[in-house]
């Protein structure tokens, strides 16, 4: 059972463009909503996380927006550029367990 | 900087081999997981382990088993490999909660293994 869903699985967009990826998750109790990001060849490294007492967190060209109502979170990527092509994933956690929850990953690849 | 190492980048086994899979950090983290990523499956937690000796089953335990003799290695075995444990297989690292660190959750992860079984 797959607890927590992300769309889309790929995502191709134009330089200086919004990269929108978007996750749902069902575990009421998920408290850390992370994101990672993956290049070809490289382990998973984390890119920003929220916690669900906020509604966005930004740095830089990165943002996390979380829907708690929803059960929904998004990452916006805005000025795309092609060096921001890689896999991210998001992932959720809750305070007791020790273990992260990922969702299927997207493929970002930013044209040129 | 933190360092998660695997022991190799690419293996290649056949059926029914015994397989290990190797991973040390040297930042002295308590946390230590392993995962396979497949294709539209993202990752998927197979066993991790919160201390020495200790492990605990994550997602997809069947057909793998794990060791932890010293707080820097965790192992990841295949006790007769099969054609669909074909993967990239990523260690990750964490230090303990309690450690007081600004995000405490974060997950350290080595460069991945592609193991190929035929």
């Known amino acids: 059972q797959q607890q927590v869903k992300q769309s889309p699985q790929s995502l191709i967009v134009q330089k200086g463009g919004i990269s929108i990826i978007n996750c749902a998750y069902e575990n009421t109790a998920f408290d850390y909503f992370p994101w990672y990001q993956q290049f070809p060849g490289k382990g998973p490294a984390l890119l920003i996380a929220?916690?669900?007492?906020?509604s966005e967190k930004k740095e830089g060209r990165f943002t996390i927006s979380f829907n708690k109502s929803a059960k929904q979170f998004s990452l916006h990527i805005m000025d795309s550029q092609p060096g921001d092509s890689a896999t991210y994933f998001c992932?959720?956690?809750?305070?007791?367990?020790?273990?992260?929850?990922f969702g299927s990953g997207t493929q970002l690849t930013v044209l040129p | 900087d933190v360092k998660v190492t695997q022991s190799s980048r690419y293996l290649v086994k056949r059926t029914g081999e015994k397989v290990f899979l190797e991973c040390v950090q040297d930042m002295d983290h308590e946390n230590m997981f392993w995962y396979r990523q497949d294709p539209g499956l993202g990752l998927r937690l197979i066993y991790f382990s919160y201390d020495v000796k200790m492990k605990e089953k994550g997602d997809i335990p069947e057909g793998y088993s794990v060791s932890r003799e010293k707080k820097e290695r965790f192992s990841l075995i295949l006790e007769s490999a099969s054609t669909n444990q074909t993967s990239m297989y990523l260690c990750?690292?964490?230090?303990?909660?309690?450690?007081?660190?600004?995000?405490?959750?974060?997950?350290?992860f080595g460069p991945g293994t592609r193991l190929t079984v035929t």
């Open positions: 992932a959720a956690s809750s305070g007791s367990a020790r273990q992260l929850t």
């Open positions: 990750a690292s964490r230090p303990r909660r309690d450690r007081g660190l600004k995000i405490r959750y974060e997950q350290y």
């Open positions: 929220i916690r669900p007492d906020v």
